[in-house]
């Protein structure tokens, strides 16, 4: 019975820990006003990715709807990575400016773990690779559209590349 106990609080504590691991910094305090500021906020943007995508998709999240802000202020604003938003790309995505949210913190989170990587076409599919399985878990599929729909079945296929890029 003792053990029993211990292994509960022993859980309990655990998932408690675990837990303030999504919370994000106040990102009200931290300024993007300078360009040399930007390669410090890196770490708190790795931080912001990271908290969408182990988030589901909520518009009622404010949390969730700050920490997008914030990152699209800083992709606005670094001039340490060029974040290419093509329309050939982005049009899947524009039904839902969630998806797009996402599909942007895709490509953030490949640019930031591939900063070599500064052709656009592999940035992209960097990107896909990582935003598709992510949406097909954690948002509403009714409102895909059939391109989307054509987009991740070329990707479960391995062949997103020709798909995107015929």
Excluded: C
Excluded at 42 to 52: C, H, Q
Excluded at 89 to 113: G, H, Q, V
Excluded at 142 to 165: I, S
């Amino acid at each position: 019975m003792r053990k029993t106990i211990f292994a509960f609080f022993l859980f309990l504590a655990f998932q408690t820990a675990s837990s303030y691991g999504q919370e994000l910094p106040n990102l009200k305090s931290i300024k993007l006003n300078k360009k040399a500021g930007y390669k410090h906020v890196e770490p708190t943007i790795v931080k912001i990715v990271d908290y969408l995508f182990q988030t589901p998709i909520d518009k009622k999240n404010k949390a969730r709807n700050n920490a997008g802000q914030f990152l699209v202020d800083w992709m606005n604003g670094t001039p340490d990575y060029i974040f290419y938003l093509e329309e050939k790309e982005t049009s899947f995505f524009n039904t839902d400016s969630d998806l797009l949210l996402m599909y942007m913190s895709a490509l953030t989170k490949f640019s930031l773990n591939n900063p070599t990587e500064k052709e656009k076409m592999q940035q992209a599919l960097g990107a896909m690779g990582l935003v598709l399985p992510y949406l097909y878990q954690h948002s509403d599929k009714k409102t895909w559209t059939k391109e989307l729909w054509q987009l991740y079945d070329a990707y479960q296929n391995g062949k997103l590349k020709e798909y995107l890029y015929p």
